[in-house]
């Protein structure tokens, strides 16, 4: 039976080594680790993300900056408190996973010393800082020795069984100078929409076509030529569009919204408009959510909302303005008795 996530029992006069408080730690992570995963299991990737463009020329990829949670619960945040991880400089690649790049760090274990050396590679790197006593009267400063991430970035032609991973970009093309392009559609896995470019444009471009679509709608139903015999689809429609619009204002005004909450509101919106837009008046079969993967995930969403979004409902009733001629009704546009156009 595994015991390396129980309770210290601290007893009387026992003697303290640092396996107890190391157990500790490992005790108190895996509580807290168990309560996030109770409250949201996708609570995990990138909160904050920005990639060195300028090492792209020379055939690298660096981490400027970033921060966030990895899948087995682990904060990060480079270089703020974490090592900053040395650029990747990829020559070759054999096949499509090696186009992947990755933020690795290796899994924590209980049997396996986690402080990198220089001949092993570690989850932890040793630094040393001066800390303050901050809660007595004349606190002085000590020297700790403090353990600091050490995370990587990998290809995923690499074996990394030995590491947990965030997918970080994807390289598109490496030219004949070296240079490197990154896919423009990639999406990194993360916990707020604002770390990716493509998610951002896709909540812009959603919110104005849907504002479009509604006002579009709004005036051929108020338009002379329709007044009083608009269908009952399209005032469904122009509310099913109004009540989205400010669903979409509202979550563009957000600094945070995660890519799960976003794919459901894009579902939701789709599962309304295919009432109108399918001959079944059922919704598709879509991709299954995949925070591993949100650029398959939102690869076919988009075109069907899209799609959707641009299908124009048929007037089922067009308005013949009449007027009397000689006591008789007439069509003004064909000028016939209104007798004569029935036969």
Known sequence: MATTRN???????????????????????????????????????????????????????????????????????IPDQDALPDPLHPQHFPDERSRNIYLALPVASDVRNEISDGRRIGRYRLNYADVRDL???????????????????????????????????????????????????????????????????????????????????????????????????????????NRNQTRFTHRARRSQLHPEDFYLDLAGLLGELMTFTEPSRLPCPLDVYDHHDLTKTFKTLLPEVKRALHTVLSPRAVNLPLHLRDGTGADNAAGKPLAAAEE
């Open 7 to 77: 309770k210290v029992m601290w007893q009387e006069g026992m003697l303290m080594r640092p396996h107890h408080f190391q157990q500790q730690q490992r005790y108190n992570d895996y509580l807290d680790n168990q309560r996030f995963r109770a409250m949201n299991d996708l609570s995990w990737g990138f909160t904050e993300l920005t990639l060195n463009n300028e090492l792209l020329a020379q055939g690298k990829i660096m981490i400027d900056s970033a921060s966030g949670t990895l899948p087995d619960g682990t904060v990060f945040s």
């Open 135 to 241: 809660h007595s009267e004349e606190g002085d400063t000590r020297t700790l020795t403090l353990g600091q991430l050490t995370p990587r970035i990998m290809s995923g032609a690499e074996d990394m069984s030995a590491y947990i991973t965030l997918p970080l970009c994807r390289i598109s093309d490496r030219h004949a100078d070296g240079s490197l392009t990154l896919d423009d559609d990639f999406i990194p896995s993360c916990q707020n929409i604002q770390v990716s470019k493509k998610l951002r444009v896709y909540l812009k471009e959603v919110q104005g076509a849907i504002g479009g679509r509604a006002s579009d709608l709004a005036n051929r139903i108020g338009s002379p030529a329709q007044s009083g015999i608009a269908d009952v689809a399209e005032f469904m429609m122009l509310q099913l569009l």
